[in-house]
């Protein structure tokens, strides 16, 4: 038995046994009896079944199961966040009817609303392409150095009872579960026009994420088209 411990010790199965090229191979060998069927192979992997799972492991797992429960709570809306300048912005999914990489815009003559943008083909079909950042208010100047190196442009198109609306984004992360009861007060600091379209804050990976009222914005854009 102790010359089996010392051999589990050494992964013999893979030296001297049917995985191995070293010689002399292993005498069990030549007595019939393969290594899966070896009582060496057995105890190391009843040892890799019963060894303590490391802490990432479960970390991991907790952080899985506890989002898992948080889907299934009632109430519990399914958002795509996404970044413009400097802001982190959220809408529910169910708007979006695809994101598509940034194409051609074509301006609008003598357009009166700086929020549109022009127009922009989309498969085939002309959408309007609209600028939240205008809309919103959102400050250029809140969008530093290091962010503006991590830019992966895309436009995500709108869709809302048979009408579409296109708009550029920075960055998108994706789909987020946000539990409404985790929506915070827009604060006071927050600019008006941007604080106009918000219905509250929540925190997401360290960040502060305004989550958007979709029915004004639709309906503000829809007028800006009259």
């Known amino acids: ?53 490391p802490q990432e492991y479960k970390d991991e797992w907790t952080q899985i199961l506890v989002e898992k429960k948080e889907e299934e709570l009632p109430g519990t809306l399914s958002v795509v966040i996404f970044r413009i300048q400097g802001e982190w912005l959220a809408l529910p999914a169910g708007l979006f009817a695809e994101i598509i990489d940034p194409g051609l815009i074509h301006s609008i003559p003598h357009r009166k609303n700086l929020a549109v943008l022009g127009v922009i083909n ?54 987020h579960h946000l539990r409404p009861d985790r929506l915070r007060n827009v604060p006071v600091t927050v600019a008006k026009a ?21 029915e004004l914005l639709i309906y503000t854009l829809a007028r800006s088209i009259q």
């Not at 070293?22 to 009843?46: H, K, M, S, W, Y």
């Not at 442009?153 to 992360?173: A, C, T």
Request: proline share 3%.
């Open 122 to 175: 989309v498969h085939g079909e002309i959408q309007l392409c609209v600028s939240l950042q205008r809309l919103l208010g959102l400050d250029t100047e809140t969008f530093n150095e290091k962010e503006t190196q991590q830019r992966y442009e895309r436009m995500m198109v709108l869709s809302k009872d048979g009408e579409k609306w296109v708009f550029p984004v920075d960055e998108i992360h994706g789909i």
């Open 1 to 53: 038995m102790k010359d089996l411990v010392i051999l589990k010790e050494e992964n013999c199965w893979k030296r001297i046994g049917v995985w191995g090229r070293e010689t002399p191979p292993c005498p069990e060998l030549d007595r019939g009896i393969q290594c899966r069927n070896c009582a060496v192979f057995t105890q190391a992997g009843r040892k890799l079944l019963e060894r303590d799972l």
């Open 194 to 214: 941007k604080s106009t379209f918000t219905k509250g804050i929540f925190k997401w990976d360290e960040k502060h994420v305004a989550f958007l009222d979709h």
